[in-house]
């Protein structure tokens, strides 16, 4: 009996090694048939592919091809054709780098359920192309075509795939806008801006936008204006509220009459490089009923101002597209005070060759002599220092414009001579406003409120000379 169960034993070991040796057999069987690759394994040349769609994480997208790219959802979606035609450009030669031949058990790929299946359909044969787990030690993607086959894809297609179809609109693009020639402002500001280049109406030699005012052309500050044609150039449209705004929509966003429409003339360059005028058109709007809500909070004197949406529509654009509170607010800040120049003497410093300065009932003249960087300053024929006085003479900034007449005491006087036919001088009177502000007048004008401690440091670069012995 005991012989028996010891047989037994025997014999079940026996069975359980030879089952192991199986077993280790068919998995270096199965090993073996892991193996490199260069395969391409579809070939699909894109304008062959009718219709896409798939599916990952519980988004389901899908187009069909009608001369262009449609959205199944929505025809009248502007599908981006270059965005879907470059996603699905990857399977004009999709290329594997492994090829795991005869599986069986899908699971361990992660293909029993698959994290994105995708349908490609051409005239006359379908594909389904699913995609498993992304592999750490490779660095690759498992990928099943339905042929009894695992490959492994060095470019994973998830990168694509893994997106809303708000990836998939066509954009207004906003294009740079280097070479203006004018702009003109609609709304809230109504008002144009000429380019000109070498004008009489100015004596800074980096003016080249101006505006009519009064029967004046009036220059404009080159750098404030190229910011605010970068700020248009860059805005960024791609938070779209609704691709196909109705009269209704439009309305409600405050666009039927837009708070302020934008248009821009400029020369755009096609891909020959040929030059050919253009204009851009851009309108800008608030949420009508959070602005009214705003205007009523800040007139009541909350602490909390409630945040307005912006809106933007390019042209007569069917897409409406939500903006920035900041971008919102430094678009509509486009009026003449906005796009001026804030300094007082707007000259290159380089072009003044005299001044006549009056402080305290006394009047005194500085000299320029000799040119560029040999130019010296004299004052009663000693050669002075005037570092001091120039960077106080080009820091006077406007704080605020306006055309209020003086009132207050005279501080500084200065007439800047400059080398231009056009401008020969230019006067700065200072006056007192109050403990903070003095008035800054130019060629008899009122401009604008600027820092008393900034003219006083102007007062003491004169003094600085001018009381200097020795």
């Known amino acids: 009996m005991k012989r028996s169960k010891k047989l037994i034993l025997l014999l079940g070991v026996l069975a359980l090694v030879s089952l192991a040796a199986f077993a280790a057999l068919r998995h270096e069987e199965r090993v073996e048939q892991i193996k490199n690759s260069d395969e391409i394994i579809l070939e699909l040349p894109v304008d062959s592919i009718q219709s896409v769609s798939w599916e990952q994480n519980g988004t389901a997208l899908a187009f069909h091809r009608d001369g262009q790219w449609l959205w199944d959802e929505d025809d009248a979606f502007p599908v981006d054709d270059e965005k879907l035609d470059g996603i699905l450009e990857r399977f004009a030669a999709f290329g594997v780098s492994f090829i795991i031949e005869d599986v069986e058990d899908y699971g361990q790929y992660g293909l029993d359920d698959p994290v994105c299946t995708i349908d490609l359909t051409t005239e006359d044969q379908s594909y389904t192309v699913t995609l498993g787990n992304f592999s750490n030690m490779d660095q690759q993607r498992y990928v099943s075509l339905g042929d009894g086959n695992v490959y492994l894809v060095q470019e994973d297609p998830m990168n694509d795939f893994e997106a809303e179809i708000s990836d998939f609109i066509q954009n207004d693009e906003t294009p740079d806008l280097d070479q203006v020639s004018g702009i003109r402002f609609d709304g809230a500001e109504a008002y144009a801006v000429t380019y000109t280049e070498d004008s009489p109406d100015t004596y800074c030699a980096d003016d080249v936008y101006f505006t009519e005012q009064g029967g004046k052309n009036l220059p404009l500050d080159t750098t404030r204006i ?74 009541n004197g909350d602490e909390e101002i409630p945040e307005v949406t912006g809106y933007a529509r390019v042209g007569e654009s069917q897409i409406v597209y939500h903006i920035t509170a900041s971008d919102c607010e430094a678009l509509l800040a486009c009026g003449y005070d906005s796009l001026r120049h804030r300094e007082v003497l707007t000259a290159d410093f380089a072009d003044v060759t005299q001044l006549d300065i009056s402080l305290d009932g006394e009047d005194y003249t500085l000299t320029a002599q000799g040119e560029g960087e040999d130019r010296t300053w004299a004052y009663q024929d000693e050669e002075q220092d005037i570092t001091a006085l120039q960077g106080a003479l080009e820091a006077l900034m406007a704080d605020s414009f306006t055309d209020e007449q003086p009132s207050g005491k005279e501080e500084i006087a200065l007439t800047v001579h400059l080398d231009d036919e056009d401008f020969p001088q230019v006067r700065i009177e200072l006056y007192r406003y109050d403990g903070e502000s003095c008035l800054a007048v130019v060629d008899g004008k009122p401009v604008s409120l600027v820092s008393r401690a900034d003219v006083v440091d102007l007062i003491e670069a004169v003094n600085g000379i001018v009381l200097r012995r020795g």
């Open 226 to 299: 190229s910011t605010y044609l970068q700020r248009v150039s860059s805005l960024g449209l791609t938070d779209y509220a609704t691709y196909n705004a109705t009269a209704e929509e439009l309305e409600s966003y405050g666009l039927t009459d837009p708070e302020l429409t934008v248009a821009v003339d400029y020369t755009a360059e096609d891909e020959d490089g040929n030059e050919r005028p253009e204009t851009f058109t851009l309108h800008i709007s608030r949420d009508p009923e959070e602005q009214a809500a705003a205007e009523k909070a800040e007139a």
